[in-house]
C-alpha cells in the first residue's frame, strides 16, 4: 500500500509577492503523491501553540486564483526567533522545544519551509535538534541567497521599484527635478542595481560600492550641461551616510530597520547641486503585488521539487534555480554565504557602460 504521508508547510520572514503560488504548487504536488498538506499559521508561532494552529489544505481550494494572490494566506512572521524569543519584558527566551513539540503533535512526516536566509538557518537549526525531516524553499525580494541564482519574490519586486521609476520619469522631466527612489534589499543592492538600470536611472547607489557625494554631483552637472535638467537617483536602503554608518529607524519592541538614506541624500543633493529634489522611499509596497509571471513560474517549479525531495528521502536540502535548471544543495551551505552585488559582474558593467554613475567616480 502506498503510504499516505502527512507533510506540512510554513512562510517564514517577510512575505512577498509568489508565496500562495508556491503553496498552490506544494499542495497540487502533494495531491500527486495521495498525500495530506497541513499549513501552519503564522509560521513557527504557529507551531509553539497549543494545539498548534494549523489548516488541511485541500487541492480543490487551489485553483487558478490563489496563484495571483500577493501576501500568504498561512501568515508570516519575522520576529518571533524561537531559539531568542523576544518578551514583552526581559530577556528573549528559548522556545525551540515548543515548536519540535508542535511538529510532532500535528504527527507530520516531513516539512516544507518556505523562507530567507534567516527563516532557513532557524528552520534547519530546529530541524536538527527536533529530528524533522526538513527541505527549504527560497523567498526573498532582496534575492541575497547563496546558490540560487533567484529567490521566489524579487522578480515582482524589481519590476514595482521598474514601474516606479516609469512613473517618477515625467513628474522629474515636467519640474525638472532630481527624483530620489529609495529601495529596500537589505544589505544586498540587487533591487537598486536591476531597477535602476530597466527604469532608465541616471545614478545607482548599493552598499556594495563606496560613493562620494562629489561624483553624483559631476554626474548630474553633466547631465545639464547634455542639456537634461532633471535625473533619476535609486538608493539602495542600505547605503551608508556620509561618514559611513547606515540609517536605520527605530520601531515598537526594540526593532530597527534600515531606511533613511534617501532623505539623507535628498538633503546632500539639494545643497550642493541647488537643484529641487524630492524623495520617494518605496518601502513595502515593492512585496505587496500579486507575483509577475516570473515569480509565478519560480515557485511553481520550486514547489514541486520541494515535494519531489520529500519522496525521494532527501532531507537538510534547500532548492535553488541555477544554469536554466532546478537543483537543490545543503541548507547550512546554502545560506552560509549571502549573495550581494557581484561588483566586478556583468550587471555591474553593464549600468557602467550605460554611463550611470555609481557613486565611486
Ligand atoms: O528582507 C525583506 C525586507 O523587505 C528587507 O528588504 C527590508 O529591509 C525588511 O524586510 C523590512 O522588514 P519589515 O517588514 O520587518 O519592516
Known amino acids: 500500500m502506498v503510504e499516505r504521508k502527512r507533510i506540512g508547510v510554513l512562510t517564514s520572514g517577510g512575505d512577498c509577492a509568489g508565496l500562495n503560488a508556491l503553496l498552490r504548487a506544494v499542495v497540487l504536488r502533494a495531491a500527486d503523491y495521495g498525500w495530506q498538506v497541513f499549513g501552519i499559521e503564522q509560521g513557527t508561532l504557529g507551531l509553539m ?23 500568504t494566506i498561512l501568515g508570516t ?18 522556545r525551540s522545544e515548543e515548536v519540535i513539540a ?17 527563516s532557513l538557518a532557524i528552520l534547519n537549526r530546529l530541524a536538527k535538534q527536533g529530528g524533522i525531516n ?26 514595482i521599484a521598474t514601474e516606479a521609476l516609469d512613473r517618477l520619469q515625467p513628474t522629474a522631466a515636467s519640474h525638472r527635478r532630481v527624483m530620489i527612489l529609495e529601495v ?8 537598486a542595481l536591476n531597477a535602476g538600470i530597466a527604469g532608465g536611472a541616471d545614478v545607482i547607489l548599493v552598499p556594495e560600492i563606496p560613493y562620494r557625494i562629489e561624483h553624483i554631483v559631476r554626474k548630474i552637472r553633466s547631465l545639464n550641461e547634455m542639456g537634461r535638467d532633471f ?13 559611513g554608518n547606515r540609517i536605520v529607524q527605530k520601531y515598537a519592541g526594540g526593532q530597527s530597520r534600515y531606511g533613511g538614506v534617501g532623505h539623507f541624500l535628498g538633503e546632500r543633493l539639494a545643497e550642493t547641486t541647488h537643484a529641487e529634489v524630492r524623495v520617494t522611499v518605496l ?36 532548492v535553488a534555480w541555477q544554469d536554466r535548471h532546478v537543483v537543490d544543495f545543503d541548507i547550512d551551505a546554502a545560506v552560509a554565504a549571502p549573495a550581494v552585488v557581484d561588483i566586478n559582474g556583468p550587471i555591474v558593467r553593464t549600468a557602467r557602460g550605460l554611463g550611470i554613475c555609481l557613486g565611486d567616480q
Open 49 to 71: 501553540e497549543s494545539p498548534p494552529r494549523a489548516q488541511l489544505l485541500e487541492a480543490s481550494a487551489f485553483d487558478g486564483s490563489i496563484l495571483r494572490r500577493g501576501g
Open 77 to 94: 512572521t519575522n520576529t518571533g526567533d524561537p531559539f531568542a524569543f523576544p518578551q514583552l519584558d526581559g530577556d528573549p527566551i528559548d
Open 102 to 118: 508542535g511538529y510532532n503533535a500535528l504527527g507530520l512526516d516531513a516539512l516544507i519551509g518556505i523562507g530567507g536566509d534567516g
Open 134 to 159: 526538513f527541505v527549504g524553499v527560497p523567498k526573498t525580494i532582496d534575492n541575497d541567497i547563496g546558490v540560487t541564482e533567484v529567490s521566489v519574490g524579487y522578480d515582482t519586486a524589481v519590476a
Open 184 to 191: 529596500m534589499g537589505r544589505d544586498a543592492g540587487h533591487i
Open 231 to 243: 535625473a533619476l537617483v535609486v538608493v539602495a536602503e542600505a547605503v551608508p551616510n556620509e561618514s
Open 283 to 318: 518601502g513595502h509596497v515593492q512585496r505587496g503585488a500579486a507575483p509577475n509571471s516570473r515569480d509565478r513560474l519560480m515557485a511553481s517549479v520550486f514547489g514541486v521539487h520541494a515535494v519531489d525531495l520529500i519522496e525521494q528521502g532527501r532531507f537538510g536540502r534547500m
